[in-house]
């Protein structure tokens, strides 16, 4: 279709994903496929780590929370997330995490996709955990505790399943209605459901702890004592100065797996050990050059503070899977028919700015 | 109106201004009185430049170009602007500069307005010269020799006018047909023009320089002599690493002005200067406790990079000017009746992802 002389171009149009349209693709494809897919796609970028720009996340803290950007580049595609964390958002009806992202072009610098990414990165965040389960968990793991059942919860439970056939959920949270939504929301996919009086019951037994809270201080959601010989432990919630949800006691007793060491050693879990604690960066577990899990018998834990490029993995994979219906194009970029002249295309929109 | 089930709610909304909202918005105001509210918004802002946090901006560098997220927050209101720079766009009818950005809410990290920037940029940053030229100017100037006719070269014009009064312009570009088309948008507009055949026959005679040219190199586009006692310098072309557009042996003799010392020691006229020249914040004459020029016969230079809060200035006016229909609501925020319950928002959605 030819443009109209004010319309805006294609070049100029940049395709935005809704909530309602990232809602509609989940429920298209299935979300144990997407949460399988987007483990695909971040194993095959965690495998390329070192094609990526590791700049650390830009934070603005606050006395309410923190908005963060987190960009990535592997050269061909640039992307960033905005994305805030305020814990005490959901007391005034808010989420306490909510974010959008983009993608770019490398060469021209142009917007190519714009997301909503609160849906998005719930669900990377849930296929990265279960990334760090099938390769550090044991292979028979099938008993997953779930200690923090807010709005992580079923997505972590689904990825863990999905990647490591843990279908034996036990839950625990501080406040039972929680609880009992995560009961009522997986109850129809199969699980086999176990409700917990406390985070040491939950994770007795369990395969695979992931500990998922929202607190903003250093909380002890589970004690060391709890924590049982040949467990894997996703430490999802503690992801900030200030907020870690683990006893620091527990620490040395784990072989810890980490994203970008030089993140996590200022906001994941091991920012109470010395600085030279031994770490072990994921990716090289998954591209075959570190060991994991060395026995039946380790404990193992993945300290996860969310990384960009995990986003990156997320928005290059949904830009492979939006269709013309699961987007609308937005007239972000001004795109005169002269480039140098900004001026006039200004002029020629009109009262009406160009549009019909 | 109250939301359907599946509707999402007014916090899930963020208003957004599109290109063609932007030039509505323009042409509704007029564009001297934008530019002067602009200067306004952001002489506003630098009288209390302390009270926001001065975050270096973010670059990711490629052999085409740069791309650049650049926030800032006064604690109240939070702002990032994506921006690249890629001089060779030009060549496929692309932008050099394309910018969109965005507003939140410091208290719940919730977005409040996303836009275009592309105009927006240039607008400010015409603004925030002629902020510039205002205070720095002989009071008496008239003549403004625009060096650089490319896209930038209407809004400079037009915001130095508006604020100094300068309405005697003298044109120069190493391409002819720039120009031209400079002629051509401004004749309209009530200026006395001149064209010339070099830069330093434009610069002869004129109060106001500006150099305004996107070559990503160390360039010369004015000889030193070419600048006589008394002129006010308004380096806006220069602004990145490697990216100059004046002769290092002109610098000595001005009196040197700029945004944020650091950032400009790296991306600005400057970075061919020892590190510890001396140069004034700009913010600091505005706000009365620095002098600006000193005699009439001073060569002053604004040394102009583009700040993050001279985009926040921009986009807090901004958000105070739109109306309902100058912008559109973009479900970007997942906003799920229950905070905690975004799997059960997701369920619940359907098919159509919650769309009616």
Redesign the interface.
Known sequence: VAPTANA?SD??LVP?V???????????LG?ETVLAELATAIEADFRRWEDF?R?PR?P?H?P????E?M?T?D?VH?S?K?V???PR??R?????V?A?G?L?E??????VLLT?M??LT?LRTAAVSAVAARHLARPDARVHALIG???????QALAIRALTGADRLRLFDTDPT?TA?VQ??LAPLGFNLTTCTSAEEAATGADIVTTVTADKRNARVLAANAVAQGQHLNAVGGDCPGKTELPPELLPRCAIFVEHPPQTRVEGEIQSLPADHPVTELWRVIAGNAPGRRSPADVTLFDSVGFSIEDFSALVWLKGRITPDLCQP???????D??????????R???????T
Chains 1, 2 share one sequence.
Do not use: C
């Open positions: 805006p070049k100029a935005f809704s909530v309602a349209h990232m809602m509609a693709l989940v429920h298209r979300a720009d700049t830009l603005a606050s309410q929370g923190v908005i950007l960009p580049t050269g640039y960033f905005y805030n964390g305020h958002n959901t005034a009806g808010l989420q306490t909510a959008f983009l770019a490398v060469s021209t610098g142009y917007p909503e609160t849906l719930a059942n807010g709005a992580q919860a079923e997505f929680a939504k009522r929301n937005l007239d972000l970029i001004a795109d005169p002269d480039p140098r002249d900004l001026w006039g295309m200004l002029m929109a009109g009262p009406e700015g160009g549009t």
